[in-house]
Nanobody, 126 residues
Framework: QVQLVESGGGSVQPGESLTLSCASS????????TAWFRQAPGKEREGVGC????????YYADVVKDRFTISRDNEKNTVYLQMNSLRPEDAADYHC???????????????????WGPGTQVTVSS
């Protein structure tokens, strides 16, 4: 039973950076991909980015492209989300999961996903 634990959130000022971590209890190569989603209060959950474990290909939402970078460390079974030039609209609870290929490339959720864990909170305020 795979377990994912997010960490690295915090409170920063606009323009600053944070790096989030998604640690897995299993080898991440046993799954097709790892994706990051986020949800702000009163808003729908949205895809942020995804990395394919096979070839390392990455996919990003337009709003974070060129600011956020996803990478992975197979030795540590951990995927990272490096967030630069943070904006107030980036404030949200961030979650990771292991989607099938379609939901990685499309940054989408299936009809029946299940429950989300607490994730890690990012606050951006001056």
């Amino acid at each position: 039973q795979v377990q994912l634990v997010e960490s690295g959130g915090g409170s920063v000022q606009p323009g600053e950076s944070l790096t989030l971590s998604c640690a897995s209890s299993d080898n991440t190569r046993e799954y097709y991909a790892t994706a990051w989603f986020r949800q702000a209060p009163g808003k729908e959950r949205e895809g942020v980015g995804c990395i394919m474990h096979g070839d390392g290909g990455t996919y990003y939402a337009d709003v974070v492209k060129d600011r956020f970078t996803i990478s992975r460390d197979n030795e540590k079974n951990t995927v990272y989300l490096q967030m630069n030039s943070l904006r107030p609209e980036d404030a949200a609870d961030y979650h990771c999961w292991n989607p099938p290929v379609y939901h990685c490339t499309h940054l989408s959720l299936p009809e029946s996903y299940g429950s989300w864990g607490p994730g890690t909170q990012v606050t951006v305020s001056s």
